[in-house]
């Protein structure tokens, strides 16, 4: 399936509460009056864009349409140009670095989608020709090693696992060293997901960072965090803690396709400052696509 039809799949139930509403009400008045703007606003915060962010979208489509008559078509471009703007720097395209393994980190409260994350990603690499092996490094919850054991067999990728309650930093120095004796690209590691309120779980990803730079003499080449779609605009509370524990380099956004929300994705780039690599369009292994700015904006937009 291309990636904007998967997007558009993904994206439905935010569109359709985004844009049935504000069609009905411009094609009622052939244009988008103060009321329209106001009942835009009230959509774009129902879909979690948030207060400011939607006021500032409003007034960006009502200077590029200049007050006048408008029907949908120039709506719906005024709207999706104003979007674009919101997430500029947004977009980062991934690739994998020079120095081999590369290492990615990802991170994130448990109930994120984490793991099959890990999983989903690793696929993407797979595809493209890369040899990879996942660490799992969430020893606390056995459920996480047998989740990424069950899902690195489905894809055929290997896992590197220890017995629940092990050192996490034990697990990413034998996956670390499995991966480079033996020539693999990249190094995926799943960590622990327990609430982000919890110092010892930023303390414990402090020193799963510091174990990759003691064995590879560099921090893990990315620092991911997964971000529940669903969650919202919450997501953004739980980012400076993960960031001060291991210096986050991006976003994954996951469930994007199991919401209404979809409009989070502006404030959390915006409030971060991070581009977002991923986002996660289904469960399957292969419902994950890299983020593109124009294609989010016109599945989002335009359908």
Do not use: C
């Not at 006021?55 to 709506?75: C, K, P, S």
């Not at 993407?124 to 020893?139: H, I, K, N, S, W």
């Not at 054991?149 to 309650?165: D, N, S």
């Not at 609430?195 to 990803?205: A, D, F, G, S, V």
């Amino acid at each position: 399936m291309a990636l904007l039809d998967r997007l558009r799949r993904g994206l439905a139930r935010t569109r359709d509460g985004l844009l049935g509403p504000l069609e009905a009400a411009v094609r009622g008045k052939g244009r988008l009056d103060r009321e329209a703007l106001d009942r835009l606003e009230e959509i774009l915060i129902a879909a979690d864009v948030g207060p400011d962010e939607a006021a500032g979208i409003a007034a960006a489509v009502q200077t590029r349409l200049g007050g006048g008559m408008a029907d949908w078509a120039a709506v719906q471009a005024a709207l999706e140009e104003a979007l674009v703007d919101a997430l500029s720097g947004a977009e980062r395209v991934f690739a994998l670095p020079a120095a081999r393994p590369a290492v990615l980190l990802f991170v994130g409260v448990n109930g994120s989608g984490k793991t099959t994350t890990v999983a989903k990603v690793a696929h993407l690499l797979q595809e493209d020709g890369a040899r990879v092996v996942l660490a799992a490094a969430d020893t606390f919850r056995a459920a996480a090693i047998d989740q990424l054991v069950h899902l690195g067999e489905a894809i055929g990728a290997a896992v590197v696992a220890h017995r629940p309650g092990a050192d996490p930093g034990a697990v990413v120095h034998d996956a670390l060293e499995h991966g480079r004796t033996r020539g693999y690209d990249a190094v995926l590691v799943d960590t622990a997901g327990r609430l982000q309120t919890k110092r010892p779980l930023m303390e414990e990803l402090g020193k799963v960072r510091r174990v990759v730079e003691k064995f590879l003499g560099r921090p893990p080449d990315e620092r991911l965090l997964v971000v529940d779609a669903t969650v919202g605009q919450n997501a953004i509370s739980q980012a400076q803690l993960f960031h001060d524990a291991v210096g986050l380099t991006g976003l994954v956004v996951a469930k994007l396709d199991g919401t209404a929300r979809g409009g989070a994705v502006v404030p959390i780039h915006r409030a971060l400052g991070l581009p977002i690599l991923w986002v996660g369009v289904g469960e399957g292994m292969d419902e994950i696509e890299p983020f593109r700015t124009k294609d989010f904006v016109r599945a989002l937009v335009r359908g």
